[in-house]
């Protein structure tokens, strides 16, 4: 399945919780139950700039794709990214750098996102985009 077809799947699936706040609520506990970084990993260099919240995000390649794991001190700030990070783990790294999410506007939280949430969901991307160049 390409990239673009799992985001098409993702967002299918999270619209059918129609209640924008409980989707909200879905991608949160999702976010809870994401691979988290190693202990020794939550260093400085492994944060995610520009987030209000600290984000610890990891890329790692396993047999050709991307894979990620993340935290983050906010529950809401974890469930965001943690869908960024479904998203693109798994992929190819060519992949990753050419597929823009549109998760956050079709779901429908740019809406509701403070501008400080919506530029450190950009920064989660970036950080994914750039981990995929290196690695492409």
Known sequence: MSLAEK???????????EDPQERLTAVTAR????????DEERIETNL?????????LIGDVQDGTCRFRLDADSPLVKG??????ELYDGERAAEIVEVEPQ???????????SP????????????????????G
């Open 7 to 17: 985001q098409r799947r993702m967002i299918e699936r999270y619209l059918l919780i």
């Open 31 to 38: 976010g809870k139950r994401w691979p988290a970084p190693r």
């Open 48 to 56: 995610v700039p520009g987030c209000s919240s600290r984000v610890w």
């Open 80 to 85: 965001l990214a943690a869908l960024i990070c």
């Open 103 to 113: 998760l956050i506007e079709a779901l429908g939280f740019a809406k509701t996102l």
């Open 116 to 135: 400080t949430r919506l530029n450190g969901i950009a920064q989660i991307r970036n950080v994914i985009r750039q981990f995929a160049q290196k690695c």
